[in-house]
């Protein structure tokens, strides 16, 4: 009879823990889930900054025609990849990323357009949704990492594997200059 | 752990001093249970509105200050809290900055406009991420309960010990039995009386700088920028004025302490804060931005046991994370054309104040005339221009 009531006993305290580990990890689940809506937002948000941008920039830089077509073109590929995958979204805005950081660079040989308001308000919506994705994109990432490691260790890769939790994938913004060795020419 | 032990204190208290003045410790106790009770009531509803309504707060739309704004959404992102909080402006030419909120989904940040002019961007993020870790942290509710804690003690020490004086000591029912329990009683009742509200005092200010190194880990951990906070912690740290309408209770919500004076170091146990160079230090000597290394450079700093509870090392893993550069604004606000504005507004009033008048020209030239000044125009040296002179007593005057 005792055997039986410590058996029942050693059940009911597997499922308290199993229930406890489960609940965890569709916590951390959802967790990744928002951070990653976060992303969209603010990705989305900065989609809607740059035909302003450039509409506010274009009378002021007459000779920079292709640095302003990168951006809209980058533009126009971030915008079809919104509902691709964490890997190849983060290819094509990071690209967005560094033909807006050009973009803002050449910005300081026009001192006209520094005094105009309409930009200032612009740089520092633009500044701070670059700050943002960021920051957005590193709480993703940890939160990826907190799902991941749930899933990975024991014993809570045990309920993972029997419930089908398989971990996130990070987000990494690919910036085109860091990738590329820098070319000198002579000429 | 400390907040148990007050908590333990304040229920010894009641404890004892029910067996002295009702007979029974039940008594005592739930006389000590209904005064934290009711004050934590009122601080639980009333807190933050409490809070900023001393401090003269004024609360800003996102379009009032758009550079405010985003700096407190972006660390809202990056500590992955859900709801924006409010954000308040008190106008002070103090440096300083608090949290408040019972909740994290219900949380306002308020800073003082001095500060607000004297950080630059990656120091106001710095600040502000400090603030948004008491939010997520939950401070603002752990200390709101610790600081009742802390009141009910006071004033139950203090009325049992005016009830004590006035009764005197042949009325007291306990000791009717005689013996020496009922002294034993009375003894540690008195010292309990006297001790429970210093003793409760020091774990309060314990606690308090406890969290505020936790926050300023956070801090690091949502800026990856320790820098940051660190240089800003040092312009606080030397502007060295009080901030009006803070008070004891609300010290401990402030980033730095708000009564702390030039040149008066304070004491390390009597603190809400931890000294500002102890924090800069070890905030400096952190490798990367994660928890760990926030507790590394603490134990380096100071030894012994860290401050990071043990659950939030063990969510951080062992997970590289790499400081980031400073932001392009890197330069403080308060950079040289303002500086020039201000210069020459100075010497304007230096001048007006010896009765010169000014009198600006087309061509952007200021004219200053001397009081004695005896033609009616004046010649611009630069452009040429004849300006007229219009003497401020004359244009004051109704006709003229």
């Known amino acids: ?187 | 752990m400390l907040v148990v032990l007050m908590g333990a204190l304040l229920l010894a208290l009641g404890y004892f001093l029910g067996l002295i003045f009702f007979d029974s410790a039940v008594g005592g106790v739930v006389i000590a249970l209904i005064i934290w009770g009711v004050m934590n009531l009122v601080a639980f509803f009333q807190g933050d509105s409490i809070l900023l309504g001393i401090s003269g707060a004024r609360k800003i739309k996102p379009s009032d200050n758009p550079r405010l704004y985003n700096i407190v959404e972006e660390m809202k992102i990056a500590s992955g809290l859900e709801k924006m909080p409010d954000i308040y402006i008190i106008d002070d030419p103090a440096l300083n900055a608090f949290a408040t909120g019972r909740s994290p989904n219900r949380a306002s940040v308020a800073i003082t406009s001095g500060l607000l002019q004297k950080l630059n961007r990656d120091e106001l993020q710095g600040v502000i991420g400090h603030e948004i870790a008491h939010i997520k942290n939950r401070d603002v509710l752990l200390m709101v309960m610790v600081s009742v804690l802390l009141g009910s003690i006071v004033i139950l020490a203090w009325y049992a010990s005016r009830f004590m004086f006035f009764a005197g000591a042949g009325r007291r029912s306990s000791v009717r039995g005689g013996g020496q329990l009922g002294i034993i009683i009375i003894l540690v009742g008195v010292v309990l009386m006297i001790l429970a509200p210093i003793a409760a005092q020091l774990i309060y200010y314990a606690v308090s700088r406890k969290r505020e190194y936790l926050a300023d880990a956070s801090s690091a951990l949502y800026t990856r920028y320790p820098e940051g906070l660190a240089s800003a912690l040092e312009k606080l740290a030397t502007s060295g004025t009080g901030v009006r309408g803070a008070n004891k209770a609300t010290a401990p919500m402030y980033i730095v302490n708000p009564f702390r004076k030039k040149g008066i170091s304070l004491q390390s146990l009597t603190s809400t804060h931890p000294p500002v160079a102890e924090r800069v230090r070890i905030l400096r000597a952190m490798g990367g931005a994660s928890l760990t290394d926030y507790e590394q450079a603490y134990r380096q700093a100071k030894g012994g046991v860290g401050v990071i509870p043990a659950t939030a090392l063990a969510l951080d893993g062992a997970k590289p994370m790499a400081l980031r550069a400073p932001s392009a604004e890197a330069k403080p606000v308060e950079d040289f054309p303002q500086r020039i504005e201000r210069a020459r507004e100075t010497s304007g009033l230096v001048w007006r104040l010896n009765n010169y008048e000014t009198i600006p020209c087309d061509c952007g030239t200021t004219l200053r005339i001397p009081p004695n000044f005896p033609l009616p125009t004046i010649k611009c040296p630069h452009c040429g221009k004849i300006n007229y002179i219009v003497y401020r007593s004359q244009s004051l005057a109704p006709n003229g």
């Not at chain 1, 308001?117 to 612009?122: P, R």
């Open chain 1, 1 to 187: 009879m005792l055997a039986v009531w410590v058996f029942v006993g050693i059940v009911v305290v597997l499922i308290i823990i199993f229930a406890a580990i489960f609940n965890g990890l569709v916590r951390l689940r959802n967790q990744v889930k928002n951070a990653w809506a976060q992303i969209d937002v603010q990705l989305k948000r900065r989609h809607d900054l740059i035909p302003n941008l450039i509409e506010t920039v274009k009378g002021y830089m007459k000779h920079e025609r292709e640095t302003l077509e990168a951006v809209t073109k980058a533009r126009n590929l971030a915008m079809k990849a919104v509902s691709a995958g964490a890997g190849e979204r983060g290819k094509v805005e990071g690209e967005l990323s560094s033909a807006l950081a050009r973009l803002l660079a050449v910005v300081e040989r026009y001192p006209n357009l520094k005094a105009n308001e309409n930009f200032l308000a612009l740089q520092e919506e633009l500044t701070s949704t670059e700050n943002k994705i960021s920051f957005s994109r590193q709480y993703y990432n940890d939160s990826v990492l907190n799902y991941n490691n749930q899933t990975q260790m024991f014993p809570s890769n045990i309920v993972a594997a029997m419930t089908g939790f398989r971990g996130g994938e990070f987000f990494e913004i690919k910036v085109a200059e860091e990738r590329e060795v820098p070319k000198v020419s002579f000429g």
